[in-house]
């Protein structure tokens, strides 16, 4: 028999998948989808100290290799999504959730911290260092200061697991500075990566971008991720103490693209584009789909290939 079961600390899960932030759990509606899928475990929407209606549309566009987006953080406010993941607690005791938490400014992310630290939520919290997509606000994890700075904060008062969100890094340099920041932290886990920032598409047909906010800029995701998913999973799980787990997430469309993210070291795997296109029943493929390429190479569990990529000599 195939077991398909993970770990990240000390919470336990059926299977590696997951919901990227952002995709099917804006609402309770979407949430209960989720929880009714085949996913191991659901992140709810990045939530903000009050609800924020986002940016214009549209603000999504589906592309031939992915999608393009720059939503600008609509969500229902961290009260919304503290009632619900109180609610699912008592439903799924045993079912660990994860929240995903973020400001626009140093204060609000602290804020929104706090909300959580002062409830009675049990979970994983994941503070999103990367929304690519609030005009004028930079991705604070590109600048190490503001990085330090936060992390530094949150964890004068923070005791629940924590892990952060990350976006892209494209340098060695980065991933040497950026490990060595997040080393010196309890987290519990990373996450890489979030959208691959910036990028601009044009539909041919009109000469015209493909979404209304930031003049088109929004952040790409899909296929045109998953190499640098790759590069990024691997690359902390090759710097960062054993300690923090690596949530594996950009470019998942198949079983192999799940199991290709844990031969880099992801503990979990987050479906963002696909899911979106096309729904939760995506997560029954991917398992099957999973476990047929772990059935060929002879692993009957995750941990039997997780780190286990192989290089050239
Ligand atoms: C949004 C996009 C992101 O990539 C993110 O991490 C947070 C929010 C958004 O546009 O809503």
Known sequence: MLNLQTQLGNFQFANPLMNASGV??????????????????????????KPRPGNPEPRYADLTLGSINSMGLPNLGI???????????????????????????FEDNIAVARRIQESDFNG?????????????????AYDPDQTVKILDELFTFFTKPLGVKLPPFFDLAQFDQMAAILNRYPLAFINTMNSLGNG?????????????????????????????????VRAFRQRLRPEIAIIGTGGVQTGRDVYDLILCGANMVQVGTALHQQGTGIFDRLLS??????QTKGYSSLAEFRGQLKTIE
């Open 24 to 49: 099917h759990c804006m609402d309770k509606t979407e949430l209960d989808e989720m929880v009714a899928s085949a996913s191991g475990s659901l992140v709810t929407k990045s939530a903000t100290v």
């Open 79 to 105: 009260d919304y999504y503290l009632d619900y993941v109180q609610q699912y607690q008592q439903e799924h005791p045993n079912q660990p959730i994860f929240m995903s938490i973020v400001g626009t400014t």
């Open 124 to 140: 994983l919290a994941e503070i999103n260092l990367s929304c690519p997509n609030v005009p004028g606000e930079p991705q604070t």
């Open 200 to 232: 601009l598409m044009i539909d041919p047909a009109t000469d015209t971008v493909m979404i209304k906010p930031k003049g088109g800029f929004g952040g790409i995701g899909g296929a045109f991720a998953k190499p640098i998913a790759l590069a990024n």
């Open 289 to 294: 789909e999973l476990s047929g390429v772990m």
